[in-house]
């Protein structure tokens, strides 16, 4: 048994195997587009996987997928903690917690300060457990019955866009820190995780004013009945609740009958969203951390975060 971090020219030559073993692992296939544009595209140029190797085939994987946090006034090097594979021959050998845990050694070398991610149920119990992370919050899915909403009577006095290319001036919406720990999304984010994501077509809704993004809602339909909103970035809450508005007409006008959503409950967006109708339902995803380097505890204090479904990698 061999462990060894890969590179980016050796995870393309190999992506097949990623293919196989995802299969094995979870009975379904990806695509060879999505895992380059996740881990070979990423605007940010780290490759942050390790396998384990037996007889030269690829029989275990862990890999995050680095990001920038807003944290304290400051910019730092975090990641998202992604799929954990193992095949089904290997399991039982303790191939993930020394996969991760080396991994997260090599990652404080190169400054990472912290680990974030939305294990599940089979795989949240070895992240406390064996790899020391710590839970952060269980979140809600907020959903709204469509049937239960009338259609919106405010006036339309405000002209709002649908920018999903993000052609537009976001700079006003991404120097918008408002004091919360967050994931950064510059532009070049922004595009790389709505824009070119193989995996999903998102509807990004933009106000403008005097040529600025003041408020942006990003959607996606997740099936036949129901839509996700899965980004809200406003300056103002009247932006907010305006948005949300056209874009409940704009989900019902379609057959929709759910839309569902993250919303911190001591958030403006949160009053909003409850007086509109949502309420606190099922899946609820856990939300955990590992730290890296430095002392960075109060990321796990909730109330300190601007969390979002689209900074999940299931959204």
């Known amino acids: 048994m061999k462990f060894e971090?890969?590179?980016?020219?050796?995870?393309?030559?190999?992506i097949q195997e990623f293919k196989e073993l995802f299969m094995y692992c979870f009975n379904k296939e990806v695509s060879k587009e999505f895992l380059i544009w996740r881990y070979i595209k990423n605007p940010l140029d780290d490759l942050l996987i390790n396998v384990a190797l037996d007889n030269n085939k690829i029989v275990a994987n862990y890999s995050v997928s680095p990001y920038t946090i807003y944290i304290d006034g400051k910019l730092e090097k975090a990641a998202l903690s992604m799929t954990t594979m193992t095949h089904p021959d290997?399991?039982?050998?303790g191939?993930?917690?020394?996969?991760?845990?080396?991994?997260?050694?090599?990652m404080e070398g190169d400054n990472y300060i912290a680990v974030t991610?939305?294990?599940n149920n089979n795989s949240h119990s070895i992240f406390v457990e064996k790899l020391n992370w710590?839970?952060?919050y269980e979140i809600p899915t907020m959903k709204l019955d469509l049937s239960r909403i009338n259609k919106s009577n405010?006036?339309?006095?405000?002209?709002?866009i649908n920018d999903s290319n993000f052609s537009l001036d976001y700079s006003k919406l991404i120097n918008n820190k408002k004091n919360k720990i967050k994931v950064y999304k510059d532009l070049n984010?922004?595009?790389?995780?709505?824009?070119?994501n193989p995996a999903n077509k998102y509807a990004n809704y933009i106000i403008l004013e005097n040529n600025y993004v003041v408020s942006s809602i990003i959607t996606k339909s997740f099936n036949k009945s129901e839509s996700d909103i899965v980004e809200v970035n406003s300056l103002d809450d009247f932006s907010t609740k305006r948005l949300l508005e056209y874009i409940i007409d704009i989900e019902k006008g379609n057959g929709k009958k759910y839309i569902n959503m993250w919303c911190h409950l001591n958030s403006s967006t949160h009053v909003i969203a409850e007086k509109i109708g949502f309420v606190n339902t099922e899946?609820?995803?856990?939300?955990?951390?590992?730290?890296?380097k430095g002392n960075v505890s109060n990321l796990s204090n909730y109330n300190n975060w601007d969390i979002q479904m689209g900074d999940s990698d299931v959204y």
């Open 5 to 14: 971090f890969i590179n980016k020219n050796e995870y393309l030559r190999r």
């Open 90 to 93: 290997y399991r039982g050998k």
């Open 95 to 106: 191939l993930f917690p020394k996969l991760a845990t080396d991994l997260y050694k090599r």
């Open 117 to 119: 991610g939305f294990p």
């Open 134 to 136: 710590n839970n952060i």
């Open 154 to 160: 405010s006036p339309i006095s405000i002209s709002i």
């Open 189 to 196: 984010y922004l595009k790389w995780r709505f824009k070119d």
């Open 283 to 292: 899946p609820i995803s856990y939300f955990g951390v590992r730290y890296i």
